[in-house]
């Protein structure tokens, strides 16, 4: 009879720094101590030839006790006491390779434009970049993106950093100045067919770009570009200025506004983007004949008789 690991708990192991067969022999031992080498090799699975390696590579990490006698036997560590002393080593190696790397020069030319994406990718690019602020920290930000960002954003206001948040929302958050632009949101939205621009820009230098929303693919392009990030801020700024003024009009004077030549001439201009179906609509019905011969299987030259 053999112990049966399941693959997650064996790939997990890996992980940790078992090779397979350390981690199907120490199982092993948990379930049946003492046995002796034939008998764990038998249990485990591990080829006869090599159980004995095994065992003395799991007796160096500690995961094993001897018992000497003719012949051999072994008993597993107790997983609880195993685990405890690779957390306590893989913390200690953590904390030396962070100062270890803390000190290493670290240049990087400026004014490069990093494109990313996958939402988890774009979430901790963001994240990295509020960490960085020191001084200022310029930020919009959408409901569906506050919670992985709501600490980050906070600890840098607890930290003495000058943040200034405009909110596309409903949400609140503690420490940092924040400008409620729900309506602006609502109305962003429907103007780019759910498209939701965020950004965050630390110390005027360090910025992050993002569109988040219909395409499957969501997209962000970080920056130390100092115009791109002047941009990201004076969009910010602007977003905001502009409720400001929109509240103090009254509505009477921001209808008349909304609906004068020049502000219908600039909303009325094409900003987005076309979805994958609209784009296929949008292709010249040349180019579908052409595309739809392209694709069609060749006939043959030759008639048939």
Sequence with gaps: MTTIISDELLSALIRLG???????????????SPLNGHEVGKLSNV???????????????????????????????????????????FEGDLELVNKGLSTLPATRELGLVWSLRERSAIITAFRSTIDSAKQTLFAAVWDEEMEPLRDAIEAASA?????????????????????????????????????????????????????????????????????????????????????????????????????????????SAKTIRPLPQQRDAAQPASEKRKSAKETKPARSAAKPR
């Design 47 to 89: 080829p006869p030839s090599k159980i004995y390696e095994t065992l003395q590579r799991l007796d160096a990490k500690g995961a094993v006790l001897l018992h000497r006698s003719e012949p051999v036997r072994y008993a597993a560590v107790p997983y609880a006491e195993v685990l405890s002393r690779m957390r306590e080593r």
């Design 159 to 267: 930290r003495g950093v000058d943040v200034h948040v405009a909110i596309y929302g409903m949400a609140s958050l503690n420490g940092p100045r924040c400008y409620d632009l729900r309506e602006c949101g609502e109305s962003a939205r429907r103007r780019l067919e759910g498209r939701r621009l965020s950004v965050a820009v630390a110390d005027e230098q360090d910025a992050i770009t993002a569109e988040f929303g219909v395409f499957p693919n969501e997209e962000a392009v970080l920056t130390n570009n100092p115009v791109v990030s002047l941009l990201a801020i004076e969009y910010v700024k602007a977003d905001v200025m502009g409720r400001i003024l929109i509240n103090s009009m009254g509505p009477r004077a921001y209808e008349k506004a909304l609906n004068s030549e020049v502000m219908q001439a600039l909303l």
């Design 18 to 32: 078992f090779s397979q067969y350390e981690a199907q022999a120490y199982c092993a031992l948990l379930q049946r």
